[in-house]
């Protein structure tokens, strides 16, 4: 394979990268709006988080920002942390 070929390789993979980022930083927005609490397992602990941003799509997508409902300290965790909403609990 050519150089010029595996340098279009790169940018294709790279393309499918950023899409598949931007794509996963939307859905987990539109899963977990502002201001829904979400109950979540951070640190062996299953916490209320009321969500109020999300990580940035190109460096953590799946990140979501918010404030423990009971401490009112800043949390920041990955989406696959959350185990439910609040309310349905």
């Not at 927005?29 to 916490?47: F, H, N, W």
Request: net charge positive; hydrophobic share 40%; proline share 2%.
């Amino acid at each position: 394979m050519s150089r010029g070929a595996l340098l279009l390789d790169v940018d294709q993979a790279s393309k499918a990268l950023r899409e598949a980022q931007i794509s996963l930083s939307l859905a987990v927005q539109l899963a977990y709006p502002v201001g829904v609490e979400v109950i979540a397992k951070i640190g062996g602990s299953k916490v209320t988080v009321k969500v109020g941003s999300y990580g940035s799509n190109w460096a953590s997508p799946g990140d979501v920002c918010g404030v423990n409902v009971k401490t009112g300290k800043n949390r920041r965790f990955h989406y696959t942390s959350i185990l439910g909403l609040a309310g349905d609990a």
